[in-house]
């Protein structure tokens, strides 16, 4: 066979076929001489979410608009009672976030939505969610994990929903820039293999479990700036999910109606139809995600926990717990301060301890500032430790930076009552 039995194959598979009702093509007409009439050159393709049916656009030079993720048309919009339940366990007091979230879900051509993490007990029917949420494209959720992990993501074109069960693996600044623009961007680049690279037109679903003994399921690098870390809390919609939907779904519902009816009957996908059409949810076309996350202890451990602030935290603790640290003047450079919830440390005592500790902070005077809520340069007690171990108030000006507790006890590096008991001890030496 040669290239003209190949193109004569093409017409009378592909092309005949699907000719506009009405149209009549010449049977005589060689395969050749027709698309040398009436073909265009295809000089970019483009994968839509949502899109009926594949089209051609001569814009650009010409492209082909490809339809992908259609909702499946078989589904009609329909309330269940027991589904609006479980939601409502499942959302606790975030429970009006994951509607509005919900009721956006299926537009993913047009709005962007912030990824759903759902933090809590095993069992907690956490997965079960966007399984069902599957059911509105007639597919199962894509793994999140092999799109960021493979030189190819031709999941990416069989669902618009991003599934990372039990936490993002990949980490570092680059999982960082992909989850960023994952969330928020329509426009995306994909590998497919034995294709040539497609942009897709979508705005993808990313739902995240991960059970309480999960610290970190999003890992997105240690060396995010400040701007960084605030674009990656407002992109996550944080749900502490309790035990509640799970014993819900236990004694309630059971495994045979789950699997029967919410799933394989598309009930949880009539439900999420239905929240689409009914449920009033609040939306500004103005913003960048159609839903907008409240900020969690989540966000703030998430926050924390980036760049140096855990080493700042070991630092501090072993300050105070040590009260001081010998260092020629002999004084005690950190304060422990219940009452307002803060540790006021000087920066040559904290860059001295660094030293001591060998701990590998590169720069401990700006680790310090960015823990820090301001600098104070004001009247203060400073306490010199004598040999035998007492010590004497002296008063004299010195500069301060003020450490929020926070910084210490959303790491776990320090308890309140730990916090509470330094101070007394400090009491009594001050006694």
Not at 387 to 399: M, P, V
């Amino acid at each position: 066979m040669n290239g003209n039995d190949y193109i004569s194959i093409a017409l009378g598979q592909f092309t005949r076929p699907n000719l506009p009702a009405g149209v009549e093509l010449d049977e005589d007409l060689a395969a050749p001489r027709f698309f040398e009439a009436y073909g265009r050159l295809l000089r970019r393709r483009v994968l839509v979410s949502g899109a009926r049916r594949t089209t051609w656009t001569p814009a650009q030079g010409g492209g082909l608009l490809e339809a992908i993720h259609p909702l499946d048309v078989d589904l009609e919009p329909r309330h269940h009672k027991d589904i609006a339940e479980y939601l409502q366990l499942l959302g606790g007091s975030d429970h009006d976030l994951l509607l509005d979230w919900l009721s956006h879900v299926t537009y993913t051509n047009s709005r962007a939505l912030p990824a759903l993490l759902l933090r809590g007990e095993a069992g907690g029917g956490k997965t079960l969610l966007p399984k069902g949420l599957a059911k509105l494209w007639g597919t199962q959720p894509a793994d999140y994990n092999k799109v960021t992990g493979t030189a190819f993501q031709s999941e990416m074109r069989e669902s618009p929903l991003l599934l990372a069960d039990e936490g993002i693996k990949e980490k570092g600044d680059w999982a960082a820039s992909f989850f960023r623009q994952l969330v928020t961007n329509g426009t995306h680049k994909a590998s497919i293999k034995h294709q040539d690279e497609v942009s897709i037109s979508c705005f993808f679903r990313v739902v995240v479990t991960a059970n309480n003994d999960d610290d970190d399921p999003i890992p997105l690098g240690r060396s995010l700036g400040e701007q960084g870390i605030r674009a990656v809390q407002q992109r996550v919609l944080h749900i502490e999910v309790d035990e509640k939907p799970g014993r819900y779904l236990t004694n309630k519902v059971g495994a045979e109606r789950i699997n029967s009816v919410w799933l394989d009957g598309n009930a949880i996908a009539e439900h999420v139809l239905w929240l689409r059409d009914n449920h009033q949810a609040s939306y500004d076309p103005t913003s960048r995600l159609a839903v907008n996350p409240r900020t969690t202890p989540w966000h703030n451990a998430f926050a924390h926990n980036q760049g140096d602030k855990p080493l700042t935290a070991e630092v501090l603790r072993k300050m105070l717990q040590d009260g001081r640290m010998d260092s020629g003047s002999r004084k005690v450079t950190v304060m422990n301060d219940p009452q307002d919830r803060q540790v006021w440390v000087s920066a040559d005592a904290f860059i001295e301890t660094t030293k001591i500790l060998g701990t590998r902070l590169k720069n401990p005077r700006d680790a310090l500032r960015k823990a820090s809520v301001k600098k104070l340069t004001e009247p203060t007690r400073t306490y010199l430790f004598s040999s035998d171990g007492t010590f004497k108030l002296e008063g004299k000006t010195t500069r301060l930076y003020r450490v929020p507790w926070d910084v210490l006890t959303v790491n776990e590096v320090m308890h309140d009552d730990e916090l509470e008991e330094l101070q007394t001890v400090w009491r009594r030496r001050k006694a």
